[in-house]
Structure formats: C-alpha cells, structure tokens
C-alpha cells in the first residue's frame, strides 16, 4: 500500500470512526440513567455493563448491542495499531513509550468491553469489566506491598482525570480535531458541550483516584470497584452536583461523536501494510 505512514488505512479509519459513536452511546447511556436517578425520575447508577444492559432492553436490542461491540472492537483494533505501529510518531524515548502503551492498555480494555457486549446480546452471562476490577484490586492487596501499588495507580489516575480538566479548558479542543471546520458547519455550541463532557470525565477520574486512595488505606479491595462505586460517591455531594456530572457524561457523549466526524484518525497505512 501506497502513502504516508500517517495515511489513514480506510478500513480501520472507518473502525475507529465506529468505535467514537459506541463510546458516545455507552457514556450518553450511563449519563442518562444516572441523571434520571438523580432527578428521582427512575434510573440508576451504573457502569459499562449496566449501560449495555439497558441498551439490551430496547427494541432490537441485542442489534444494538452486536453494533456496539463492532465499534468497541474497531477503537480497540484502532488504538492497538496507535502503540504498536506508532503512526503518531511518538518514539520510542520513556515519554513516548508510556504514551503508547496507554493506547495499547485502552485498546485491550475496549476490546473486552466488545467481548462483553457480543456475550451479552448472544444472552450468556457476563460480570464485564467491574467484576474484574473487583479480581485486579483484590490480586493488587494481595501481593507485596500491594497497598503502595493501588496508591500509585491512584496517583496516576487522579493525574490523569487533572489533566482533563485542564485539557477542556485549554486552547484547544484536541490537536486532531479542526475547531473551525467544527464551527463553520455545527456552530460553536457543540465544542462547548465537548469541553463541559472532557471536564466532567476529569472529575468522574479524580474522584475515583480518590477512592483508590482510600482502598489503599483501608485494605479494602471492594471499595472502588467500577464506575458505578465513583458515581455513587458524587450522589453523596448532594442532588445537583450528581446532576451536573451526569449531564457532563451525556456531554463527553455527545464530544465522542464530534470525534466520530471530525476527529483526524492516524492509522499507519504504510506499517499495516
């Protein structure tokens, strides 16, 4: 194959472009049945599993749900080939090498969220990914000094969900995504709502960090297992504030589907041959 080594390989261009929309429907899922539960209107708190769940409920739902595993599985297949083929040219220095292994670890927890998904529109059982954040944390206190390990992961997680929030405030909304192109076609109101959606997942990360940490102290694998145990801790701040963090889970929603149709994808086309 011809091109650049930034090139875009159509097929999984169009897999990664798939994967956004999935992600912007599980994330508009889970913000909708929280804010529904927050406003004392049904709902709940729930995470990648619950949402799949609901989704399973609707008219065609097992459809729904063997869509959503293709795009699950073409984010994970696209941000794989981001680590491995390194089409962003990230390098191969200490920066460059934890920058693509963090594509290559979001790659393979997207890829078990499609397995997941598949199992449950086929109606086999599945404890998803909370049930086996529930076996690594309680894997994590069981080695040495493991309580150190979780407090670093909640380090790095808390640094994380920061940066977010710093990012939904910046200059710009993402280096790959034309703001103006953006703008010129939709208004600037969708890259509001893509900045509140960034800044509310940041929080949904610092306050699991925070979580983290407590584990840690506590010895306690059971209390941050999933993103259900993160948003039931953003309830007790009180009706509202839980309300506004649905919202801007219903908002980062609506920012993966900006990036389904705005977003440059960089696959490698040379690399994938």
């Known amino acids: 194959m011809n091109g650049r080594a930034s090139d875009p390989a159509p097929w999984i261009e169009m897999l990664a472009r798939a994967g956004f929309v999935a992600k912007g429907l599980l994330y508009a899922t889970i913000g909708i049945l929280a804010g529904c539960a927050g406003l004392g209107r049904g709902g709940e708190t729930t995470d990648t599993r619950g949402a799949m769940t609901t989704l399973l409920a609707l008219p065609l739902g097992s459809a729904v749900l063997i869509g959503l595993a293709i795009g699950l599985f073409g984010y994970g297949v696209w941000r794989l080939v981001e680590g491995i083929a390194d089409p962003e040219r990230r390098g191969t220095d200490a920066k460059g090498m934890a920058v693509r ?71 710009r909304l993402h280096r790959d995504v034309n703001e103006h192109e953006v703008e010129h076609e939709t208004g600037g109101w969708l890259i509001v709502v893509s900045r509140i959606g960034i800044a509310a997942r940041g ?63 960089r696959t490698g086309a040379r690399a994938l041959g």
């Open 101 to 171: 292994a963090s594509f290559v670890a979001r790659g393979l927890i997207h890829l078990a969220l499609a397995f997941s998904a598949v199992k449950l529109a086929l109606g086999r059982s599945s404890s998803g990914l909370s049930g086996q954040g529930a076996h690594a944390m309680a894997t994590a206190f069981r080695i040495p000094e493991g309580d150190w390990v979780v407090t670093a992961i909640a380090v790095a997680v808390g640094g994380y969900g920061i940066y977010q929030i710093y990012r939904a405030f910046g200059p």
């Open 203 to 265: 929080i949904v990360f610092v306050a699991f960090a925070w979580l983290l940490f407590r584990a840690s102290r506590e010895h306690d694998p059971g209390r941050a297992d999933s993103l259900r145990d993160v948003l039931d801790a953003l309830a007790r701040l009180g009706r509202w504030p839980f309300v506004a963090t649905a919202i801007g889970l219903i908002a980062y929603g609506v920012y993966q589907l900006l990036s389904a149709r705005y977003r440059t994808i």
